[in-house]
């Protein structure tokens, strides 16, 4: 069975740093593209960054793209955002996402379609105050 846990989030002040990790197991870790999306509220999932199976190619959505950083580590089947010089716009449910992507499969595609995702984990809130 495949289990998909994030961990890491919390309530902070603007300006801060946070870093979310995410295991994933019950999968071969290295064939799977990985995904944070993150939702509020009255509004649909966002894709905030996506990583390929081999980590060799990135996405980041404008509104993190210079503040987040997606890696993988998959020797410990671990995904990692670090998030810095975090805003009040930051605040949502941080979800991680697994998806069996082809090969050359590009990362801004799956990232604007929470549909395309195969596993999901619970989620982990992440708050930012002005």
């Known amino acids: 069975q495949v289990q998909v846990v994030e961990s890491g989030g919390g309530s902070v002040q603007a300006g801060a740093s946070l870093s979310l990790s995410c295991t994933v197991s019950?999968?071969?870790?290295?064939?799977?593209?990985l995904a944070w999306f993150r939702q509020v509220p009255g509004k649909e999932r966002e894709g905030v960054s996506c990583i390929s199976w081999s980590g060799g190619s990135t996405y980041y959505a404008d509104s993190v793209k210079g503040r987040f950083t997606i890696s993988r580590l998959n020797r410990n089947n671990t995904l990692f955002l670090q998030m810095n010089s975090l805003i009040a716009e930051d605040t949502a449910m941080y979800y991680c996402?697994?998806?069996?992507?082809?090969?050359?499969?590009?990362?801004?595609?799956?990232?604007?379609?929470?549909?395309?995702?195969?596993?999901w984990g619970q989620g982990t809130q992440v708050t930012v105050s002005s």
């Open positions: 019950g999968l071969n870790f290295d064939d799977y593209a």
């Open positions: 996402a697994a998806a069996l992507t082809d090969r050359g499969a590009f990362m801004y595609h799956y990232c604007s379609d929470a549909g395309l995702w195969n596993y």
